[in-house]
């Protein structure tokens, strides 16, 4: 990989972000899922909760470690011992979950790939940067750590860890968004059942 000596503009990612939410949300609206209620469909969203939380969770550990020395000092410890990008893994979870709770497995799977894409395209972009920063210790690192999918063998944590309180109470606010979607969602299968939103399709 060739470095990177500037770090990657946050903003065309945030950019891209934005616009898959708004496609997603009009997805959610304008698509039936097959299950639209009983076992089956209670199972999908209670999973799709469960994975918000720890989505929620797993960004707020990582935020403690990375917070106070974000391309300031390589972070190889607690989550990022596993996994080079746990933030945007534990993103990945919560979008996964927002996409259960709509009811659709196509519609969850697919709005977690899309997503996938540009936290991969961005975490390649930064890793490159980071290189650059650190050299040789962070082509070590990224050598024996995965850039997503965790290997827990791998962990290990240290005691002290200094943390900004800035970064966690901003991640706990945007995580927040999350646990909000849940009502939104709820309201649009009220909507939904009750004949007031057009429907596009149907989809497992």
């Not at 469960?50 to 000092?73: D, E, P, T, V």
């Not at 390589?74 to 009811?103: E, F, H, K, Q």
């Not at 002290?160 to 109470?169: D, E, H, I, N, P």
């Amino acid at each position: 990989m060739q470095p990177d000596t500037v770090a990657f503009d946050q903003k065309k990612r945030i950019a891209s972000l934005w616009l898959l939410s708004a496609s997603s949300l009009a997805a959610i609206v304008l698509i039936r899922p097959y299950w639209q209620d009983g076992p089956v469909h209670e199972f999908i969203e209670v999973s799709g909760l469960m994975l918000i939380f720890l989505a929620i969770l797993g960004r707020l550990w990582s935020i403690l470690y990375i917070g106070a020395h974000k391309n300031r000092k390589l972070v190889d410890i607690g989550p990022y011992s596993m996994t080079r990008n746990p933030l945007y893994l534990s993103s990945l979870a919560g979008i996964l979950g927002v996409g259960l709770i709509s009811g659709s497995l196509i519609l969850a799977v697919s709005m977690a790939f899309a997503f996938y894409l540009v936290f991969k395209y961005t975490a390649l972009r930064e890793a490159a940067f980071l290189e650059h920063l650190f050299g040789a210790a962070y082509r070590d690192y990224a050598k024996k750590t995965p850039l997503f999918l965790p290997r827990l063998s791998l962990y290990r944590t240290a005691t002290g860890v200094r943390f900004s309180q800035k970064a966690l109470t901003s991640t706990f606010r945007d995580s927040l968004f999350l646990l909000a979607l849940f009502p939104f969602l709820e309201g649009i299968e009220y909507l939904r059942m009750n004949g007031h939103l057009p429907i596009l399709a149907t989809m497992f």
